[in-house]
């Protein structure tokens, strides 16, 4: 049976890279997306051009409320494209970046980074718990600003570090059922994320690539095939663990 995965906020970046990782690996993708359907449908077109199967599909992963919803949505789409009750991989990508010092921080930008960054996660997690099906996988998408600090990065690391946690436990409680939790952190990357200050400021990309063992920042293409292996079935007794895809920065 072909494994289908669901990926959040993946109409670009890292998202669509990995959708299109897992494509290339012989799944089948669930994708969702907050604003832009027509990137998302973009997506959807070429994973369709690889002969696979995948549906996009409308979420604010910082809306609780709204789940309840997208749940029955995803049920629907399930039952419609692949005669299923069930997915296999959950991937909770969907982020966004939003930089400023602990003094500037305002309520309303560690309000939506928590929303988006861990209440999201938690809660989408719980709601589709009963549509992963036993022997399942879930990753959940840090950074490397875990480990490391730069000055802007409090609220959104202080959120993926409770992300990396929330993942140990998952693992310890999900086991049962036979789903492996991880959580993957991402070094300085070249999309859009944050603006795409790491992709189109040329000091901030050659400092990154100065403190980086393997001499550059990291691409799309070298974190959306590590998360595809990850979820293969080569890496099925990886449990409980965050992985950085860096290329070493920071060491």
């Not at 997208?70 to 009750?85: G, I, K, N, S």
Request: no cysteine; hydrophobic share 45%.
């Amino acid at each position: 049976m072909t494994p289908i995965a669901l990926i959040t906020g993946a109409s670009r970046g890292l998202g669509r890279n990995t959708a299109l990782s897992i494509a290339h690996a012989g799944g089948d993708v669930v994708l969702t997306y907050r604003h832009k359907a027509d990137e998302a449908q973009a997506v959807v077109a070429e994973i369709a051009a690889l002969g696979r199967k995948a549906v996009a599909l409308p979420l604010d992963t910082g809306d609780v409320d709204a789940f309840p919803a997208f749940v029955e949505q995803l049920h629907a789409a399930l039952h419609a494209t692949w005669q299923r009750d069930t997915f296999d991989h959950l991937v909770n990508n969907a982020g966004h970046g939003d930089t400023a010092p602990i003094a500037d921080t305002t309520v309303a930008q560690f309000d939506r980074l928590v929303d988006v960054h861990f209440k999201g996660v938690f809660f989408l997690t719980q709601a589709l718990l009963p549509l992963i099906r036993d022997g399942g996988r879930i990753i959940n998408i840090s950074t490397g600003l875990t480990r490391f600090a730069y000055p802007g990065y409090a609220a959104y690391a202080a959120t993926k570090a409770a992300v990396e946690t929330l993942s140990v436990y998952m693992a310890k409680e999900f086991g049962a059922r036979g789903i492996a939790v991880n959580t993957v952190a991402p070094g300085a990357i070249e999309t859009d994320f944050g603006g795409g200050l790491v992709r189109d400021n040329v000091e901030v990309n050659a400092q990154l690539a100065g403190i980086t063992a393997l001499g550059r920042v990291g691409v799309a293409d070298d974190i959306g095939p590590m998360i595809a292996s990850l979820l293969g079935e080569a890496n099925r007794w990886v449990n409980a663990q965050r992985i950085e895809v860096s290329g070493g920065q920071a060491i």
